[in-house]
């Protein structure tokens, strides 16, 4: 279907639209395990001309067009023919899990992680802001934060979230949680809290896409293409390993750690 339409309006497509089109007509499998950034990178493009492009076509997006590519091709089938190898087997899988793994610190300076920690250790409040999958791992961040003492604000209601961001300020910081970087009410939660001064950290497997572009600072998680491709399927382990990064490496605060202390004290009847 989505080849089909692409075809079918080729002709009216602006030139931009046809060099992004032509990569996906020609790399149709692979097209599926990309973001948006990836295709604007290897396709030569714009996010902006991919996306005008799946409007012409009459998709609302990249995503859908996405979706529609993997029920055209059938989704198992495409996977396999993506040009990266697959396990075959429970040890392969793990082995290529670890060997991803190892590759985190080839995507994230020392400097930049232990910056990022010492923002957060001194925030005022942490705003969390994610969508959908991730916002389980923003959900994680925000108990862990305050396990430690620090205070934090996470929501999956798109509407009280970025509410909750406008009445913060610049000694808060926002940390944004986007897989593929294109989510939109991340993207506006970096775009607010850059009007009101607040530092903003993204954790992000697309460092060149739109929501890259927003944040004072990126922490990659964009390692090689992982198992689970992307359609809902994605692995957001590297998302959970880089929150584990910054709470391991955050400044200790005696008083913010009897506070964290207090509450596991209250919760311990809960627990044997």
């Not at 396709?43 to 996405?66: E, W």
């Not at 091709?73 to 670890?98: H, S």
């Not at 509407?159 to 009410?185: C, K, P, Q």
């Not at 998302?239 to 596991?264: C, P």
């Amino acid at each position: 279907m989505a080849l089909d339409q692409i075809r079918r309006h080729y002709g009216e497509m602006f030139q931009a639209e046809k060099k992004a089109a032509d990569y996906i007509l020609e790399n149709p499998s692979r097209v599926i395990g990309l973001s948006l950034a990836s295709l604007a990178k290897e396709s030569g493009t714009s996010d902006a001309t991919i996306i005008r492009m799946c409007r012409h076509v009459g998709f609302s997006g990249f995503y859908q067009l996405k979706i529609s590519l993997a029920s055209t091709l059938g989704k198992a089938a495409a996977m396999k023919n993506m040009e990266n190898a697959y396990p075959e087997n429970v040890t392969e899988f793990f082995n290529l899990v670890a060997e991803r793994v190892r590759e985190l610190p080839m995507h994230i300076s020392p400097e930049l992680l232990h910056t990022c920690s010492e923002l957060i250790s001194h925030a005022e409040c942490v705003y969390l802001s994610a969508w959908g999958n991730t916002g389980e791992v923003a959900s994680d961040f925000a108990h862990r934060l305050a396990r430690k003492g620090i205070k934090s604000f996470t929501s999956d209601v798109p509407e009280f979230s970025t509410r909750s961001l406008a009445l913060g300020n610049a000694r808060d910081v926002l940390v944004a949680i986007s897989h593929s970087g294109g989510t939109i009410h991340v993207i506006q939660s970096l775009q607010i809290a850059k009007k009101l001064g607040m530092k903003t950290i993204l954790i992000t497997a697309a460092e060149s896409s739109e929501a890259g572009r927003q944040a004072d600072h990126v922490l990659c998680a964009g390692v090689r293409d992982y198992p689970f491709q992307d359609l809902g399927n994605a692995s957001h382990l590297f998302e959970y390993l880089i929150v584990d990064a910054l709470l391991y490496f955050m400044e200790e605060d005696e008083d913010r750690n009897q506070k964290g202390d207090y509450t596991e004290f209250i919760m311990a009847d809960a627990k044997y």
